[in-house]
């Protein structure tokens, strides 16, 4: 087995689910995770998912409210490799654990800081819960159609604590790099939920700078539909080829076909072959007029409302082009072939909830074992080891050897992928500093071609990257392929299982012309198994793992569907599609999870001098995101929904409409429902007065009484606008802010917080000039992110090949026989 953190020590003061998925992570590759818990344990011990979230680590019980506390805290940091924190800004500093605090003590110290929405801003106060960072962000009105009601609509998957965790660990893990090459050097790592929100998903990618060119020159980018007179738009084509279905038994499945040679297979799977011949379906999956687009959208459901799943699934079986995927709940995902056998769910034997199954690690190590999981620890159960260790002030000094100017600067990376789950991963690595070199066709990755105006889908994976357009199934193009593999120190593929080996780009070839290779497959199921040769893509990926249904709330599928018409299946739909990638999704998080994936592997080679071949897979990624349905045992408590309505998960964290606007309220601890009941009794002249009702003097009470007190809450947030209760409340410390009515791909570049912060730069591209784009994702305060344009198609193709050795007649020879693209003209 790997275990390329072994001998790091990571001392772990989070709460939460983010800190709690980095530990976890570094703990299952070997570091020794102390996580430092308050004296009535961590919040997440009363959560069915803690038994896997706190998997192999060591519990310390230390009250950080006190000076022993506090000062027991830094000595266990004076000898640590690794600390991560979330606290809201300036609580590290006030309790002396602050990166400059503990830094002049152990300069070799990584320390991660994970805030809401960063240290500067207006909103820098509030705290980190997802659901606040959502609200502000405007998460929960893009969110807006997967409600059956008008307003914004809570999103339940914590898709921005998922990726603030590898955001974090991609700082983490690149900052221990660069210590192993400076001799010892530790630095700052900085993350924010909000970034995490935003990143994975189209809001700040396609959306967002599809919005500001359409508002910087709209006759040249206007979104709009073309004028239909009267009458409505034509039904866009996105719903025909992520088409949402139900099945003659009442399952529905998602569909995914978003090449040309996918849609094909899809139509012929349906016997709809020859429907291009029809009137108005002559360019289908685009249909010209809003009657047309009807008449298709009916077709496409009557054909599969007219066989059963099982029916489905034996002409499926045959037809490897065809994405289609079951929406299951998370606990049929856990059961889902490629998950069980790929070895993602892993069984361990727990003293406290006895046989549980769990998530294996994200990363796998071809051709290893995994580890063996060591179970959640007892409260306090190696409080006495950690406060018996040496307090020998730490083992490094600060280095004199030179600093990189970004922390992957040397590291090259090779990118074999199409779409977006593995190549945002490469341009994640770009951000840090590694040079990513972009083999696509010559057609170029699909995605350059996937929205109205070309080129904005792809604008954001191709970020800080050279492209070379080159024709993989040639021998001529693989051997520009095997060229660089000899000079690069990664690679990154996301085909299908069977496609790289076809091509000879598969990790055995390239190992023999580079034995220092890193190689991560990055595909959607996996290098084999029973779905391992199918298409995926977020949406497909988010159903077979329940995040979809989950998000989509208990209500999303009604109970009856054989007495559904053709309008409620098509409403039905609707939810669904959107439940599926609002406000993030499944290829962003996957993206995150390869990114981590490399770094750990560019550190195992380091530490080890050993270069393996390494597996990330969207199924097991995404439903890491939904890690808190993902763990099974007996007497397991019933997980809680979002209501019908999709206001929220409780009375006290959920959204309420206001006099004015929209408020979202986040008062999960004891000591925020104490604020909460006398900020109510203070702004009602003391008329509402929570603490007296009997309802609701104890947690049990209050979730026995959920209703009534969103009732009561309800009644009391009517009599103010949003804003007004969110400016009351501040001085209480209650979390409760007002609902961003600006969909997130619009926030993302102009909320304050986002500005203010330094989280959004400019850069110029070849084809759209200067436009906004999120700065790096993760801050290093010692080797700083770059941030980079996208490429246009064969931007590079002449460059990489001339330093790879090609002449200008052997340049001159592919390009006649269109082996290679080079742009006509420098952009």
């Known amino acids: 087995m790997v275990r390329p953190l072994e001998g790091l020590t990571v001392v772990d003061l989070s709460w939460g689910l983010p800190g709690a998925l980095v530990s976890m992570f570094l703990g299952d590759y070997g570091a020794e995770v102390f996580k430092i818990e308050p004296p009535g344990g961590d919040d997440l011990r009363s959560q069915p998912g803690f038994s896997m979230w706190q998997r192999g680590k060591k519990s310390v019980v230390l009250d950080l409210k006190r000076d022993e506390g506090r000062e027991q805290a830094r000595r266990l940091a004076s000898t640590a490799d690794v600390l991560v924190q979330n606290y809201r800004p300036g609580v590290a500093e006030r309790l002396g654990l602050g990166y400059d605090d503990l830094a002049e003590a152990n300069p070799g110290l990584v320390y991660a800081s994970i805030t809401g929405m960063g240290p500067k ?406 290098v084999d198994g029973p779905y391992a040769g199918r298409p995926a893509f977020a949406p497909t990926i988010n159903a077979a793992v329940g995040g979809a249904l989950f998000q989509a709330g208990p209500a999303a599928i009604p109970a009856d569907p054989a007495a559904m018409s053709l309008e409620e299946i098509k409403q039905t739909s609707n939810r669904l599609r959107s439940a599926a990638s609002s406000p993030s999704n499944a290829d962003g998080v996957s993206a995150h999870v390869a990114a981590t994936a490399m770094l750990l592997g560019l550190i195992t080679r380091q530490r080890t001098g050993t270069a393996h071949e390494l597996m990330t897979t969207m199924i097991c990624s995404t439903a890491y995101a939904n890690s808190m349905d993902m763990i099974q045992y007996a007497g397991k408590p019933p997980r809680r929904d979002p209501d019908a309505e999709l206001y929220g998960m409780s009375a006290l964290y959920r959204l309420y409409p206001a006099k004015e606007g929209w408020l979202f309220l986040a008062c999960v601890q004891n000591d925020e429902w104490q604020a909460l009941c006398r900020a109510v009794a203070d702004a009602t002249s003391r008329e509402v007065r929570l603490d007296d009702d009997p309802r609701f003097v104890s947690p049990e009470s209050r979730r026995e009484h959920d209703l009534a007190l969103a009732g009561v809450l309800g009644q009391t947030f009517a009599r103010r606008a949003a804003g007004e209760w969110e400016r009351f409340f501040r001085s209480y410390d209650v979390a409760c802010c007002e609902v961003n009515e600006q969909p997130m791909h619009q926030a993302v570049y102009s909320h304050p917080m986002m500005v203010q912060n330094g989280l959004v730069t400019e850069v110029e591209h070849p084809i759209f000039g200067k436009h906004p784009r999120m700065a790096p994702l993760v801050s290093l305060s010692l080797t700083p992110g770059v941030a980079k344009p996208g490429v246009i198609l064969g931007q590079h193709t002449e460059t990489v090949l001339r330093e790879l050795g090609y002449g200008d007649g052997e340049i001159q020879e592919l390009e006649a026989r269109k082996l290679i693209v080079r742009p006509r003209s420098s952009p």
């Open 121 to 526: 801003g207006p909103d820098a106060h509030l705290k980190a819960y997802e659901g606040i960072v959502a609200a502000k962000m405007g998460a929960f009105t893009t969110a807006g159609p997967m409600a059956p009601r008008p307003g914004p609509a809570f999103a339940a998957m914590p898709w921005g604590s998922f990726s603030a965790a590898q955001m974090a660990l991609h700082g983490i893990l690149a900052a221990l790099y660069v210590r192993e090459r400076t001799n010892g050097r530790g630095q700052l790592v900085e993350a924010t939920l909000a970034q995490g929100l935003a990143s994975p998903g189209d809001s700040a990618g396609p959306f967002a700078l599809a919005s500001f060119l359409a508002e910087r020159d709209p006759e040249k980018y206007g979104l709009s539909q073309p004028d239909q007179g009267d009458g409505p738009a034509p039904i866009l084509d996105f719903v025909f080829r992520l088409l949402i279905a139900m099945t003659k038994d009442g399952r529905w499945l998602q569909f995914s076909q978003s090449a040309p040679h996918l849609w094909e297979a899809f139509i012929e799977a349906l016997d709809l072959q020859h429907i291009d011949q029809e009137p108005g379906f002559a360019n289908a999956p685009r249909i010209e007029t809003y009657e047309d687009s009807v008449r298709f959208w009916d077709l496409l459901l009557e054909r599969v409302r007219a066989k059963t799943l099982a029916e489905w699934e034996k002409i499926f079986s045959t037809r490897r082009n065809v994405g289609a995927e079951i929406f299951r709940t998370p606990e049929e995902g856990m059961d889902h072939p490629q998950m069980l056998h790929n070895g993602h769910v892993r069984e361990v034997e727990d003293p406290r909830i006895g046989r549980c199954r769990q998530l294996g690690p994200m990363v796998r190590f071809l051709g290893h074992p995994d580890p063996p999981f060591v179970p959640a620890p007892d409260l306090g159960q190696h409080t006495a080891e950690a406060l018996g260790r040496s307090t020998t002030p730490a083992r490094r000094t600060a280095a004199r050897a030179s600093v990189p100017a970004q922390a992957l600067d040397g590291v090259t990376v090779m990118e074999l992928g199409f779409f977006y789950a593995a190549p945002f991963g490469g341009t994640i690595l770009a951000e840090l500093g590694a040079r990513v070199v972009k083999l696509e066709p010559t057609y170029g990755d699909y995605f350059r071609h996937t929205f109205k105006i070309p080129e904005v889908t792809a604008v954001k994976v191709m970020q800080g990257k050279e492209s070379v357009a080159v024709d993989l199934e040639t021998p001529q193009g693989q051997e520009v392929a095997h060229r660089l593999a000899k000079h690069v120190d990664i690679v990154l593929i996301n085909f299908r299982a069977g496609e790289a080996k076809r091509m000879h780009l598969d990790y055995e070839t390239l190992r023999k012309l580079n034995p220092n290779l890193i190689y991560l497959n990055a595909q959607g199921y996996g």
